[in-house]
């Protein structure tokens, strides 16, 4: 189980790779989201509009919201064993990649929650 998010211009077979305009993160203890104070289930979801779209506009707050947590990211992954903290912020950079694409190509993203 996990969050799966979708670039709706470049992601219409809805394929798992990130090439193509997806991002996951898995509901577990590797959960980007989670490690920041965030979640998907309320903070995440109150951006959606109906159907579970998330509109550029909205990718662009959370995606300054994220930028506003990466002092905490670096905090956190100080302590953690080197191959966490490159998982944390791997999964940082992807997501904020994969929100700045949408928001370059001014594509809805579908959500999968």
């Given at each position: 189980?996990?969050?799966?998010?979708?670039?709706?211009?470049?992601?219409?077979?809805?394929?798992?790779?990130?090439?193509?305009?997806?991002?996951?993160?898995?509901?577990?203890?590797?959960?980007?989201?989670?490690?920041l104070?965030l979640?998907?289930?309320?903070w995440?979801?109150?951006?959606?509009?109906?159907?579970?779209?998330?509109?550029?506009?909205?990718?662009?707050?959370?995606?300054?919201?994220?930028?506003?947590?990466?002092?905490?990211?670096?905090?956190?992954?100080?302590?953690?064993?080197?191959?966490?903290?490159?998982?944390?912020?791997?999964?940082?950079?992807?997501?904020?990649?994969?929100?700045?694409?949408?928001?370059?190509?001014?594509?809805?993203?579908?959500?999968?929650?």
């Open positions: 189980m996990g969050a799966d998010l979708y670039l709706v211009k470049l992601n219409a077979e809805k394929t798992y790779s990130n090439n193509t305009g997806y991002y996951r993160d898995s509901y577990n203890s590797y959960n980007l989201l989670w490690l104070g979640d998907y289930w309320v995440f979801t109150s951006f959606l509009s109906k159907g579970g779209i998330l509109k550029p506009d909205k990718a662009k707050k959370i995606l300054e919201t994220l930028t506003e947590k990466k002092n905490t990211l670096d905090r956190l992954t100080g302590f953690m064993k080197e191959e966490h903290s490159k998982w944390f912020n791997d999964k940082y950079k992807e997501l904020t990649e994969f929100l700045s694409k949408a928001i370059e190509l001014k594509s809805d993203i579908e959500c999968s929650l």
